[in-house]
């Protein structure tokens, strides 16, 4: 366990660092973004490492992981829901996630609300935006989402956070800096447009490979995984 706690701790410091200087160049404060430590693929002795080193922010992609996970771990972690979410899974995971990323459509988005009455409770997401356009990955169009905003907005009993993205894998940093750059513009024209004045403060994007540039694109959630567990 000594060394599965130093390698993730080495990782860690790694990896805060690398956002920090992010940060300097883009002329933002380090403490305007969030790491949100991805646990899809982690041992159980690796999500204890992360605890004991005070990372209490952790996001699983699967539900039916994030369940049983959070009831075997302290509840001081905040659970973030990052990956898909089927409409049939909302009804266990809304009582355990801080802040749900991939609601990917309306109906989704209309189901998490009916649920979210029925138990009482005004749960945080952010909107799912296929800014590449890949047919691999889900989410809102960008005219789909500027088309349904009145809609979104007028639901009750979930608090719209901001706007989440993935870029395309690939050796090019230009192609995930344009998507990250497309999903800020999206954003801020829809606050700019709102008649209610929302906000939209929160962009959950970058992963291990890219998470760099998508600070320097605004980014205040960046989800990293594997670069975590590197070594291990």
Not at 1 to 11: C, F, H, K, L, Q
Not at 98 to 104: E, F, G, K, P, T
Not at 151 to 180: C, K, S, W, Y
Request: with cysteine.
């Amino acid at each position: 366990m000594s060394n599965v706690i130093t390698t993730i701790s080495e990782n860690l410091k790694r990896i805060q660092g690398r956002v920090e200087a992010a940060c300097e160049r883009s002329n933002r404060e380090a403490s305007e973004v969030s790491l949100v430590a991805v646990t899809k693929y982690a041992e159980d002795d690796w999500v204890q490492a992360l605890r004991s080193l005070g990372v209490r922010q952790l996001g699983e992609s699967r539900p039916q992981q994030l369940v049983p996970r959070s009831e075997q771990f302290d509840d001081d972690i905040e659970w973030h829901m990052i990956g898909h979410l089927q409409r049939n899974k909302v009804r266990p995971i809304l009582p355990i996630a801080r802040l749900i990323h991939s609601v990917d459509t309306l109906r989704l988005l209309s189901r998490i609300d009916l649920i979210a009455g029925e138990l009482s409770l005004k749960p945080q997401v952010l909107l799912e935006v296929n800014v590449s356009g890949e047919e691999s990955k889900h989410g809102f169009t960008r005219s789909g989402l500027l088309t349904e905003w009145n809609q979104i907005a007028d639901f009750e009993n979930v608090d719209v956070r901001g706007l989440m993205t993935m870029a395309p894998r690939t050796d090019n940093d230009e192609i995930p800096r344009q998507v990250f750059t497309e999903l800020k513009l999206l954003r801020d024209e829809i606050v700019q447009n709102d008649e209610n004045d929302c906000l939209l403060p929160e962009l959950s994007m970058g992963m291990s490979n890219d998470f760099e540039t998508a600070v320097e694109c605004g980014a205040t959630i960046v989800r990293v995984g594997s670069g975590l567990y590197s070594g291990l």
